[in-house]
T-cell receptor, first 115, second 115 residues
Framework: DSGVTQTPKHLITATGQRVTLRCSPRSGDLSVYWYQQSLDQGLQFLIHYYNGEERAKGNILERFSAQQFPDLHSELNLSSLELGDSALYFC??????????????FGEGSWLTVV | AQSVAQPEDQVNVAEGNPLTVKCTYSVSGNPYLFWYVQYPNRGLQFLLKYITGDNLVKGSYGFEAEFNKSQTSFHLKKPSALVSDSALYFCAVRDPPTGANNLFFGTGTRLTVIP
């Protein structure tokens, strides 16, 4: 158990809908990352938050957004869903920014199926 | 730009034999390198990392990896494979000079250990 908690574990929704994925980082970790894993794109970095502030963006679509709350949990919002958004979405956390040697620990992921 | 390559999509090895999963990297400076493993329907689990120091890094479950700067490689190894090692393995890199803390992953190598 990495200590990173993601909910829901599985989600099935229709095209055009909006969903929210939730992540609780490991206790004390200030950095939260979101990744998408799909068969055709592999593991893609989406976005990084540190202590409530956005720090880096990767291949995140405009239909997607994220935030990190004062209690450090994070949410990834996916809207106007398309079939191609079906993927496994990972949240990960690490202690502090600025020390690149820190290990990033991943949650179990949220399986999103868009039908 | 930073990247890692995993040249083999699939590696098969007999139980008890040594295993190697290959990874090469490309970064602008000195790399921070990581290996993760993904078991079926599970999240990414951290195995080991190279930040600095000894080129041979030991990690979880008996795995080790050797950092080779001249060959820009970071191959994962285990002296004696177990059937339970069958999983998807990802190499990842973090490129400190860019200031980015997120990981860039390879495409993954599926390891099958044959009883």
């Amino acid at each position: 158990d990495s200590g990173v908690t993601q909910t829901p574990k599985h989600l099935i929704t229709a095209t055009g809908q909006r969903v929210t994925l939730r992540c609780s980082p490991r206790s004390g970790d200030l950095s939260v990352y979101w990744y998408q894993q799909s068969l055709d794109q592999g593991l893609q970095f989406l976005i990084h938050y540190y202590n409530g502030e956005e720090r880096a963006k990767g291949n995140i679509l405009e239909r997607f957004s994220a935030q990190q709350f004062p209690d450090l949990h994070s949410e990834l919002n996916l809207s106007s869903l398309e079939l191609g958004d079906s993927a496994l979405y990972f949240c990960a956390s690490s202690p502090i920014q600025g020390t690149s040697g820190n290990t990033i620990y991943f949650g179990e992921g949220s399986w999103l199926t868009v039908v | 730009a930073q990247s890692v390559a995993q040249p083999e999509d699939q590696v098969n090895v007999a139980e008890g034999n040594p295993l190697t999963v290959k990874c090469t990297y490309s970064v602008s400076g000195n790399p921070y390198l990581f290996w993760y493993v993904q078991y079926p329907n599970r999240g990414l689990q951290f195995l080991l990392k190279y930040i600095t120091g000894d080129n041979l890094v030991k990690g979880s479950y008996g795995f080790e990896a050797e950092f080779n700067k001249s060959q820009t490689s970071f191959h994962l190894k285990k002296p004696s494979a177990l059937v339970s090692d069958s999983a998807l393995y990802f190499c990842a890199v973090r490129d400190p000079p860019t200031g980015a803390n997120n990981l860039f992953f390879g495409t993954g190598t599926r390891l099958t250990v044959i009883p």
